[in-house]
């Protein structure tokens, strides 16, 4: 059996706070766990407690040409508190930082990739984000929203859903797109 590498892509939302507990999730299923944050994201995050948890540093910028890779390359991908943002750059095909650059090359090497998205209502019902899932769908990567995955909260209100933000849930869609190609 080939290793698992899970990359976790965390986005600039308070749920990024939390990401660890989705790698020590993943970590309990036998997945090897990178975690690539968005640039804003970083603000977030702890990198130094993440790159113990993982072993691997936090990747939020492309290397160096020439360089090797320090990450072993992705077999999945979580987009976790994937942004409005975010949903809305994967679907146009904007890759303008890593994260975005391994997402929307996800799609092309027909990796499976699931998305849970941390948003308000507000953002939820702006038409873009509707297309964007809908895009994102259409190719193959799972979105969880809604009675699936996160409900959108009310504008304002987000951090009070930390604690029963579905973690869990990404990594079974995940799982599931993994067993799916075996």
């Avoid at 939390?18 to 977030?44: M, S, Y």
Wanted: charged share 20%.
């Amino acid at each position: 059996m080939t290793e698992r590498v899970l990359y976790v892509i965390t986005c600039a939302t308070p749920a990024a706070r939390d990401v660890g507990k989705l790698v020590d999730l993943a970590q309990g299923r036998g997945w090897t766990v990178c975690v690539v944050a968005t640039p804003r994201a970083l603000r977030f995050i702890d990198r130094a407690a993440l790159e113990q948890q993982t072993g691997y540093p936090v990747r939020s910028d492309y290397k160096e040409p020439g360089t090797p890779d320090v990450l072993p390359p992705a077999t999945a991908m979580i987009v976790g508190g994937a942004s409005f943002n975010t949903i809305n750059k994967w679907a146009a095909g904007i890759a303008d930082t890593l994260a975005l650059g391994l997402i929307t090359e996800g799609i092309g090497l027909g990796l499976p990739l699931v998305a849970l998205p941390f948003l308000n209502s507000a953002q939820a019902a702006h038409p873009a984000f509707g297309r964007s899932v809908k895009e994102l769908h259409d190719v193959g990567v799972r979105v969880l929203l809604g009675s699936e995955g996160y409900e959108p909260h009310i504008p304002h209100q987000g951090s009070k859903h930390l604690p029963n933000y579905p973690w869990e849930l990404a990594l079974d869609a995940v799982e599931v797109g993994t067993s799916d190609e075996n």
